[in-house]
């Protein structure tokens, strides 16, 4: 006997001024999309969600990068690897500004730390508060990473273009649609009431992907045997 998943499952993705969640009813088959503004909304929902794959670094280490961080660097190849850029190591979550956040990088691992990975410590810092102290909510959170989603949605090929461009929007719209059929069309022409761009819906409905491959147990992890942080947090990224 199968028995069949029930329940929603979400595909999310942070943009400017919060979140692009995109969402199908496994009993219905329906698909939806919303907005949020911080994660304490989006992970405090009322409504339970079966999975939620959310490209947001979970799990990090007290120092060095993550196995996932590198393994994902490397499947992706040049071009695409520096769209992966590394997690944040732990320490650096006590900091109170950018200056402060480098001190503390530097005294740990003796390098400085990347604006581009300070602008996301404040999302990573309210989830990972969240999964720390929620064992359950943890249960139905996975990390993924929308250009490794691509990657294997693409037949585990590098993509030729970047997500802004409109070449790379075309290629990765060409790579969901068989998947989503005219959800992911509609779901575009309605991204001024998600407050994103269009490569921001493209990279929730990667999301919502592996989202499905989760439930279904046809998913993978990177690396293959992921390890846990202190606080039990799967340092990993699934595809």
């Known amino acids: 006997m199968v028995i069949r998943p029930t329940g929603s499952i979400w595909g999310v993705d942070g943009c400017p001024g919060g979140w692009v969640v995109t969402s199908k009813d496994l009993d219905s088959g329906l698909l939806s999309w919303r907005f949020f503004r911080t994660a304490e909304e989006l992970l405090g929902c009322e409504h339970k969600t079966r999975m939620i794959a959310i490209d947001i670094p979970i799990g990090l280490t ?23 850029f590394p997690a944040p190591i732990r320490p650096v979550l006590d900091a109170k500004n950018y200056d402060e956040a480098c001190r503390i990088r530097l005294q740990v691992e003796g390098k400085k730390l990347s604006r581009q990975s300070w602008a996301i410590v404040p999302r990573i810092r309210v989830v990972d508060t969240m999964l720390r102290e929620d064992v359950e909510l943890r249960s139905r959170v996975r990390e993924v990473h929308p250009e490794v989603c691509f990657y294997f949605l693409n037949g585990r090929k590098q993509l030729n273009c970047g997500k ?20 992911l069309r509609d779901a575009l022409a309605d991204r001024h009431r998600l407050a994103s ?18 439930v279904a147990g046809t998913c993978q992890t990177i690396p293959s045997e992921p390890p846990s942080d202190p606080f039990g947090l799967r340092m990993e990224m699934v595809v």
Request: some cysteine; hydrophobic content about 40%; charged content about 30%.
């Open 62 to 84: 007290e120092r060095g990068p993550r196995a996932c961080d590198v393994g994902a660097r490397r499947l992706l190849g040049p071009g695409r690897a520096s769209s992966v």
């Open 164 to 183: 802004r461009s409109e070449e790379g929007r075309k290629e990765r719209l060409a790579l969901l649609e068989p998947v989503f059929g005219h959800w």
């Open 197 to 214: 761009a269009p490569d921001d819906v493209l990279d929730a409905f990667a999301a919502l992907w592996t989202s499905q491959r989760i």
